[in-house]
């Protein structure tokens, strides 16, 4: 039997958690955007009175933003006399140039708009300022022993890696969180609400929640930088990449040995030359495949050769469902149905690329600041000793395989030291 829509709605809401569900009513959408619960019935005693429809004004597009890169010495000031908005500018250490967020001109596209700042700025790199997206779904189910499953040991809880984040807010005072060694910045978001502490509170847990917790961090001794560059939208949180061009630049600056990436979203050129720096840099850079689904193009920065890939696998290490599949996937990690903080207190069971990549980084840094690698080669180890999943050797849906410990792999065991006293 069929249910109709606001009982569909209502037991939808009730799986989720939300006391909202046990009283929904269909809600009426009004000429500001707001939506408002529809009475059944007019008021008793009143007669209805019929007023004509009154029709909702469609707001006008958002004219689209360009993140320009000036050449050494240049300036705005051509841009801004041929009809450019400068929204934000700022000088970028990393690249020792100055980089710009701009409102292209009314009736401009995008492509007009690359050409145009070509032959104003020569020598300046633009592109569209692109969105890009936490990949995250929260979801039912039982725990999964997620640390277990990649053979993580107790010694590993000991290194002492200084890692980088990039992501939506994160809360120092949740209980997973308070006490542990965490520096919280935010990027200029330049006057936009800056995005809910959700996601980004779930994955600073991951790597260095609280050792006595329900599930703790991979690595709770670790020096984490988390760098806030989401903004709230009506459609979700979202980072341009003018603001993260600015975060990875925090988290250069800081010397970080590894940079978790747990979004995603299109190619950009500018979000590149800075990724490039970073590697060149000697860090290690991971990123979420994405949530795309099995058909969904290449989303980056994950698809970047600089960055390593993560997908994610579920308890019995089958392909999470929605994660994104291609040539540029280089390891898979739990990421279904794991237990992690919630923004205030507590937690929740999540699922999501995003949740799987902090796994990566994690093993990434170990093998960095415990067995004194390069980050080009501890990830080389990490895809020898991954535990080959699928087809032999290294496929589109999982990559080399399931991240493992640098404890755990052969290769390793001469070079772990005992730890003791600690």
Known sequence: MTQDAPTTRRALLTRMGLAAGLAYATPTLIGTGTARASDASAPSGRASVSRPARQRRRRAPARPEMVVILAPGQSLQPLQAAGYD???????????????????PPGRNPAQARAEIARLLPGSTAALNSLYRPDDLTCDGADCAAQQMIGWRPADLQARPRIGMIDTGVNPDHPALRGQSLRVNQVDLDGRNAAGRRHGTAVAALLIGNAQG????????????????????ADGAAADAFS????????????????NMSFSGPANPVLRQVVVEARDAGIGLVAA???????????????????IAVTAVDADRAPYRQAARGPHVALAAPGVNLWTAASIE???LRSGTSYAAPFVSAALALGMARDGLS???A??????????????????V?????VASPSACPEAESQILSVSGE
């Open 244 to 259: 993260l061009l600015n975060a990875l630049d925090v988290l250069i600056q800081a010397r970080v040995q590894v940079i």
């Open 375 to 377: 980050a080009t080669d």
């Open 398 to 402: 999982f990559g080399h395989g399931m």
């Open 214 to 233: 329900r599930a703790p961090g991979l690595l709770p001794r670790a020096d984490l930088i988390a760098v806030e560059a989401f903004h709230s939208r």
């Open 379 to 396: 990830r080389d180890r990490l895809f020898r000793c991954a535990a080959d999943l699928g087809a032999p050797g290294r496929d589109p």
């Open 86 to 104: 400068v929204l934000s500018q700022r000088d970028n250490a990393t690249l020792a140039r100055r980089a710009a967020r701009l409102r292209l």
């Open 289 to 307: 495949a994405g949530n795309g689904g099995p058909g969904a193009a290449p989303a980056f920065p994950a698809a970047w050769p600089e960055v």
């Open 346 to 348: 507590g937690g929740r």
